[in-house]
């Protein structure tokens, strides 16, 4: 574990920014996400949490997937520099995990390029991320829930605690590892920067609410498809999907041409479940019309149908639906209710 003093701290990202296309938390509160960064004067290193999360910048919110002009095509240009993230929060990180387990790791046909998605891989398989513990989680946020941390090292290509004078880096990955064989001029943490960690960590796990085991709705959701409780919930619902949009791990889109003749450019952008629309069909028939439909698909991709796929949730429990939802629909509270529920079957 290497140790960079805070005063080393512009110069050290002065010099990554040469070598990197490095993103950062920048902004204040909710007007806060991951941007380009140059110097260390420009990120705001005291942000817990940002508005959108760094998967803005894997799978951009609009992009351009190429242009054609008759039967000439072409792609986006790919980037000059391999891109570096600083202060991914532990819920972040694993989010891209999850995101990549279905865009770039193509578990179901692992050896056929088709199964997986260039851009994502392009840009994610090009990228170092550092994570950074996150020492005072805010009053929403429920990582524990779902097998996470404040500390966790399960993401990430380096893992990183800020302690009042210096930023203790330890390699996590191969990516990780290469980056600090690249590191030179700087001290080895001490047993005495050891212990702060373990003091950090107790402090920021004292923070958390008692947990609910995300786990067991895995078990227990499918016997409630039909529960009265599925339209109790959905009622206070309106369908803004603005929890989709700001949630790390949702990765629905459309796409679409635009263009005239034979020339223009094909785009995808975000859609979401929760939109009317979403499942309505050429014929006109919507398997999913109804408001409490779209509820329990959403609930159940993120507890169930992932854990039945992948092993794991599909929520890291950030908390950032239950910040910006506009009715106050906690997902907490959903949880629990359909666990009482289910325990009553």
Request: aromatic share 10%; hydrophobic share 35%.
């Amino acid at each position: 574990m290497i140790k960079i003093e805070k005063s080393e701290f512009g110069t050290f990202i002065r010099d990554l920014s040469a070598e990197y296309k490095l993103f950062a938390p920048v902004g204040e509160g909710r007007q806060s996400a991951f941007r380009e960064v140059s110097s260390a004067d420009q990120m705001n290193t005291s942000i817990q949490m940002t508005q959108n999360s760094p998967k803005t910048v894997f799978l951009p919110q609009t992009e351009v997937l190429f242009e054609f002009n008759g039967d000439d095509i072409q792609s986006g240009e790919k980037a000059a520099k391999p891109m570096f993230f600083w202060g991914v929060r532990s819920c972040d990180a694993r989010g891209m995990n999850l995101l990549d387990k279905v865009m770039g790791q193509s578990k179901q046909r692992p050896d056929d390029p088709a199964f997986q998605d260039p851009y994502w891989k392009a840009r994610f398989d090009n990228a170092v991320i550092l994570t950074l513990a996150c020492h005072e989680p805010a009053s929403t946020c429920f990582c524990h829930w779902t097998g996470g941390n404040p500390f966790s090292k399960e993401a990430g290509d380096l893992w990183a605690v800020e302690t009042e004078t210096a930023y203790l880096i330890e390699p996590l990955s191969e990516k990780g590892k290469d980056f600090v064989k690249t590191l030179s001029g700087y001290h080895t943490a001490s047993d005495k920067d050891k212990q702060e960690i373990k003091t950090l960590k107790k402090q920021a796990e004292s923070c958390l609410r008692p947990a609910v085991d995300a786990k067991i709705l895995k078990e227990k959701l499918p016997k409630i498809w039909d529960d009265p409780l599925w339209d109790e919930v959905s009622a206070k619902c309106v369908n803004c999907s603005a929890c989709a949009f700001i949630c790390p791990t949702c990765y629905c889109f459309d796409i679409q041409d635009e263009g005239k003749k034979d020339k223009g450019k094909r785009f995808r952008t975000w859609d979401c479940c929760m939109f009317p629309i979403f499942t309505k069909e050429a014929s006109g028939h919507n398997p999913r019309s109804l408001a409490r439909e779209r509820v329990r698909q959403r609930v159940m991709h993120k507890f169930n149908y992932f854990w039945e796929t992948y092993g794991e949730s599909l929520c890291t429990g950030c908390g950032r639906c239950i910040r910006v939802c506009p009715v106050n629909l906690d997902i907490r509270d959903v949880a629990k209710q359909l666990l009482e529920a289910a325990s009553a079957v």
